[in-house]
């Protein structure tokens, strides 16, 4: 297929970037590693009539540890996050999930940012982000602002970002030796995540510490699984088996080619039920 006609404007900072969306609004689409959007251009199902392309902006892509906190540039590849020292020491959830996205040429060229924009509810990266309890810096035209990351998304493949506005930054809480995780997923394909769950286990066990439990692809936007997050601060990590199975309240997944809502209901509670039991599974030794 061929995308509609476009104007392609190459952005030379971020600053450069957020002035050619404000003076274009909603006409003008920014591209970073073109992944989501230019499948969606070909198909046209977006026709975006100008094209921001941001991909050439190098200090959009770092990985920086702060403290507690690990920055990440927006530009940043899914390759980058995958092969990451400080990531895989401090958050090794998300490089994990990263090497699962696509294949290796996706991979080199997708971005966390363009992930995140592009606000599929089947993202790899948003469910781990939003199990983590990620933070996004916003910046527009004389504004900035800080988003957690359930906030970024209105609806499927909507976002909550004005039309000047673009993804600074994203900062995700460091993991400390405590803490444990897993991320499940089924896949219908190599590039198409049918339902995937998150698991991130804060303190010295389920119990006395914290737990995130957040689900792709079983609603409009990821979702954390709360009925389910209750029961195991409340009854410890022996309910797991109960937990998993109230993993799908208050969530909407769709029947499509792929699969039915039902079936998304019953992988959910299969991969929550394998993602807490992992998790369990690397909690120091008491």
Same mark, same amino acid.
């Given at each position: 297929?061929?995308?509609? +006609?476009?104007?392609?404007? #190459? %952005? &030379?900072?971020?600053? *450069?970037?957020?002035? !050619?969306? =404000?003076?274009?609004?909603?006409? @003008?689409?920014?591209?970073?590693?073109?992944?989501?959007?230019?499948?969606?251009?070909?198909?046209?199902?977006?026709?975006?009539?100008?094209?921001?392309?941001?991909?050439?902006?190098?200090?959009?892509?770092?990985?920086?540890?702060?403290?507690?906190?690990?920055?990440?540039?927006?530009?940043?590849?899914?390759?980058?996050?995958?092969?990451?020292?400080?990531?895989?020491?401090?958050? +090794?959830?998300?490089?994990? #999930? %990263? &090497?699962?996205?696509? *294949?290796?040429?996706? !991979?080199? =060229?997708?971005?966390?940012?363009? @992930?995140?924009?592009?606000?599929?509810?089947?993202?790899?990266?948003?469910?781990?982000?939003?199990?983590?309890?990620?933070?996004?810096?916003?910046?527009?035209?004389?504004?900035?602002?800080?988003?957690?990351?359930?906030?970024?998304?209105?609806?499927?493949?909507?976002?909550?970002?004005?039309?000047?506005?673009?993804?600074?930054?994203?900062?995700?809480?460091?993991?400390?030796?405590?803490?444990?995780?897993?991320?499940?997923?089924?896949?219908?394909?190599?590039?198409?995540?049918?339902?995937?769950?998150?698991?991130?286990?804060?303190?010295?066990?389920?119990?006395?510490?914290?737990?995130?439990?957040?689900?792709?692809?079983?609603?409009?936007?990821?979702?954390?699984?709360?009925?389910?997050?209750?029961?195991?601060?409340?009854?410890?990590?022996?309910?797991?088996?109960?937990?998993?199975?109230?993993?799908?309240?208050?969530?909407?997944?769709?029947?499509?080619?792929?699969?039915?809502?039902?079936?998304?209901?019953?992988?959910?509670?299969?991969?929550?039920?394998?993602?807490?039991?992992?998790?369990?599974?690397?909690?120091?030794?008491?």
């Amino acid at each position: 297929m061929i995308p509609a +006609p476009f104007e392609y404007q #190459a %952005a &030379s900072s971020l600053d *450069d970037a957020i002035e !050619r969306l =404000r003076l274009h609004g909603r006409d @003008a689409k920014l591209l970073a590693g073109g992944q989501s959007l230019l499948p969606l251009m070909r198909l046209r199902i977006a026709r975006p009539a100008i094209l921001i392309d941001i991909g050439r902006v190098e200090d959009l892509s770092f990985i920086r540890e702060e403290a507690d906190r690990i920055n990440i540039g927006p530009l940043t590849r899914h390759s980058d996050l995958a092969r990451s020292p400080v990531l895989r020491a401090r958050c +090794p959830i998300l490089p994990y #999930a %990263a &090497s699962l996205i696509g *294949d290796p040429q996706v !991979r080199h =060229r997708g971005t966390i940012g363009g @992930a995140l924009g592009h606000a599929d509810p089947a993202s790899d990266l948003a469910a781990v982000l939003v199990a983590l309890g990620a933070e996004v810096l916003v910046r527009g035209a004389g504004s900035e602002r800080a988003v957690p990351i359930s906030g970024l998304f209105a609806d499927r493949f909507r976002t909550t970002l004005g039309p000047d506005e673009v993804i600074a930054a994203i900062g995700v809480p460091a993991m400390g030796s405590p803490d444990a995780w897993s991320y499940e997923r089924a896949a219908v394909r190599p590039q198409g995540t049918l339902v995937a769950v998150a698991v991130v286990l804060r303190g010295a066990n389920g119990r006395s510490g914290d737990v995130a439990i957040s689900l792709a692809n079983m609603g409009p936007a990821p979702l954390r699984a709360r009925s389910a997050e209750r029961m195991i601060l409340e009854g410890g990590l022996t309910v797991i088996p109960e937990a998993a199975e109230a993993s799908s309240e208050g969530t909407a997944p769709i029947s499509d080619a792929d699969a039915s809502a039902d079936y998304r209901r019953h992988l959910a509670a299969v991969l929550t039920r394998r993602a807490l039991l992992r998790a369990a599974s690397r909690l120091p030794a008491r």
